[in-house]
């Protein structure tokens, strides 16, 4: 098992930034991939990053690249999703989740553990 758990979340204007962070618990962290999904209301659960268990590897979603970057600590078990220049249509529950297979990927169905995800929210 393992248990995630996101924090960082809040109100920041368009162009802000803010940094996420989820830790986990439970079995061994450096043995997955970690990624970040993103969910609005009424719209489907969204890929954000990954970046695999060996920190080698990170993938984004179009529309954040060069804007967010996740990064890992495994000595602290915590990814982090740096987020900067913030924009509106940015706003979501931001959901932290883990990943034993090898292969970094950023299907949803592919993650076997969530967090309980954490509100950013971007005004105008």
């Known amino acids: 098992q393992v248990q995630l758990v996101e924090s960082g979340g809040g109100l920041v204007q368009a162009g802000g930034f803010l940094r996420l962070s989820c830790a986990a618990s439970?079995?061994?962290?450096?043995?997955?991939?970690m990624g970040w999904f993103r969910q609005a209301p009424g719209k489907e659960r969204e890929f954000v990053a990954v970046?695999?268990?060996?920190?080698?590897?990170?993938n984004y979603l179009d529309s954040v690249k060069g804007r967010f970057t996740i990064s890992r600590d495994n000595a602290k078990r915590t990814v982090y999703l740096q987020m900067n220049s913030l924009k509106p249509e940015d706003t979501a529950v931001y959901y932290c989740?883990?990943?034993?297979?090898?292969?970094?990927?950023?299907?949803?169905?592919?993650?076997?553990?969530w967090g309980q995800g954490t509100q950013v929210t971007v005004s105008s």
């Open positions: 989740a883990a990943d034993e297979n090898r292969a970094v990927t950023a299907s949803a169905r592919a993650y076997e553990y």
């Open positions: 439970g079995r061994t962290f450096s043995d997955y991939n």
């Open positions: 970046v695999s268990w060996n920190n080698f590897t990170t």
